[in-house]
Structure formats: C-alpha cells, structure tokens
C-alpha cells in the first residue's frame, strides 16, 4: 500500500513541477522582500576588514626619522621582486644603514604582506588605501618619499624610538635600566 501512494505522490510532483514551483517561491519572495545593497560610493565607502593588505607604507618613528634601516630583508622576502632598495651606510657612523633609494612598482605587487613581516624593525605597513585609478601605469612606480608620504597621511600616531634593535636585547643587557625586576 505504501509503494503505491508513494508512485501516486511522485507522479503528482512530476505533473505539477512541484520542484520548479518550489524554486520560483524562493525567487518570488526574494524579489518582493529585496532591499537593495549599493552603496553610493564617493560618498559611502565600504568597511574593510583589519587585515586587508593594501598599498604600502613606509613609516617613521615618534621624532620624524625614518624607521627603515637598510637592511634589504624587505626586497628579499617579496615573492613578485616588486621592491628595489639601494642601502647605504651613515657616514659618521659606519655601523648604521639607511635607505638612499627605496622604490617599489606597484603594478606587479601581488599583496601577500610577506615583506612587511620580514622587517625586523616594523618600518614597513599594509595600509587600507585602495583607490589608486591612474591614467598612466608609471605612476604606480612609487619612491621612497611617496611611500613615506603615504605612511605619514595612514599613521598618524607613530612608535617611540627604540634604543636598541632587538627589544629582547634590554633584558640581557646589563647597563640597561629598564631590565625586569627580579621576583625572589
């Protein structure tokens, strides 16, 4: 009895285009209840996720120096060879490095952020910006003062200096006055 009122109900469905029915209901209700979701975008912007990777900047620390110091980590973590770094050393102090030349093509940066956690100093950050519509790709050919520009306009509240690279190094250095206090 059972196998036959379930041909019965099979066969009905299949007169009825049951499934097609059910499928056109949910289109039905959702073209009645749609509310749209533009948003008019020069005057509305999109809320991006804390780590969207972006353009890149190049930032500087608390008096205004530059925190990058030539260590070339940056241009040999980056998958796609998009950064070129000429480094030089301080002259009064030979010990000490800086960037004379920073330069990065954005036009094949693939945004992994890879360079960015390489540098051991954090003188590197992905910024949100992602508006960069220019007529000529050579303009996407950014240098070290326009990264620095851009670092300047995304981070305005910046790092103290600190006094030594490493900031484990404090904890070993017995000179140092700002060492954990001793728990005995």
């Not at 209840?33 to 509305?44: A, D, R, T, V």
């Not at 996720?49 to 900047?57: E, K």
């Not at 930032?59 to 070339?72: A, F, P, S």
């Not at 200096?161 to 001793?182: M, Y």
């Amino acid at each position: 009895m059972t196998s036959r009122y379930r041909g019965l109900t099979v066969w009905v469905k299949l007169i009825t285009f049951y499934e097609l029915a059910v499928g056109m209901k949910s289109t039905l209700s959702h073209l009645i209840h749609y509310e749209p979701s533009n948003l008019q975008y020069l005057y509305e912007k999109r809320a991006l996720p804390d780590n969207y990777r972006g353009m890149l900047a190049l930032l500087r620390n608390e008096n205004g120096t530059e925190k990058y110091v030539g260590c070339d980590l940056c241009e040999a973590a980056c998958p796609s060879r998009v950064i070129a770094v000429v480094s030089a050393e301080v002259p009064a102090e030979p010990t000490k490095r800086y960037a004379r030349e920073y330069s990065m093509d954005m036009t094949r940066c693939l945004f992994y952020g890879l360079r960015v956690q390489a540098c051991p100093v954090d003188a590197l950050a992905m910024t949100k910006e992602y508006e960069w519509a220019v007529y000529d790709k050579r303009d996407l050919s950014l240098h070290k003062q326009q990264l620095l520009a851009i670092g300047d306009r995304t981070f305005q509240t910046r790092e103290k200096r600190r006094g030594f690279q490493h900031p484990n190094l404090a904890v070993f250095t017995i000179a140092s006055s700002n060492h954990p206090s001793q728990a005995c």
